[in-house]
């Protein structure tokens, strides 16, 4: 009986063979874990990257609404400021046009008992920048305007007005003389002037 040289399987030992299958089938896992595990650091990156993009959305709303509000704060903390200096301009800006109507009235009585012919004129030509109108009332400034107005323009005045004398539709009441008794000024007078009139006009009755 010969002996046979070329056996089936080419002569591999079969443990050879079945640990070529046995390393085929890992590799085969291997790859399939690969795949699982490349699929899953996709996801993973997926999921990251919307979390950055939701995160940056958040980030910006905040930054909106904080925006937004410290707009509202400034203008809550200015509008007070502002109001109270609208208010002081107009307050400043009536005050102004009293006090130039006031300076204006003064200086026509003013005018008119330096004999101005027609005080308005004299008025309109009058430079009032430096006649003030103090706190309580008081006007500095006038006599100097008015005197060095009619120096230079005597032409629109003539003689002052006398006391007792007509100038338009005014009399101007003359004082009285020494040793007349004053008449009765009721703008003036104190309860006891009062008092003494009426105790004068009773004994005269």
Not at 121 to 131: A, F, G, H, I, Q
Request: no cysteine; hydrophobic share 35%; net charge negative.
């Amino acid at each position: 009986m010969s002996e046979n040289n070329n056996p089936p399987d080419g002569g591999i030992d079969p443990n050879t063979v079945r640990e070529l299958q046995k390393a085929r089938a890992d590799l085969t896992a291997l790859r399939a874990e690969l795949k699982t595990a490349r699929d899953d650091r996709d996801a993973t990156r997926g999921e990251r990257d919307e979390a950055i993009k939701a995160r940056d959305g958040y980030k910006g709303q905040l930054e909106k609404q904080r925006a937004d509000f410290e707009g509202k704060l400034h203008d809550a903390t200015e509008a007070p400021t502002k109001a109270k200096s609208d208010a002081d301009e107009a307050l400043a800006s009536v005050r102004t046009a009293s006090d130039r109507a006031v300076i204006e009235a003064e200086a026509k009585a003013a005018a008119t008992r330096l004999g101005a012919h027609n005080p308005a004129d004299v008025v309109r030509l009058l430079d009032l920048s430096e006649v003030k109108r103090g706190e309580s009332g008081e006007i500095t400034g006038l006599d100097e305007v008015l005197t060095a107005q009619k120096e230079a323009r005597a032409y629109m005045f003539g003689e002052a007005a006398k006391p007792g004398a007509v100038t338009g539709t005014t009399t101007t009441q003359a004082p009285p003389r020494k040793g007349e008794p004053t008449g009765f000024d009721a703008r003036n007078a104190t309860p006891d002037d009062y008092a003494a009139q009426k105790r004068q006009m009773l004994a005269s009755v």
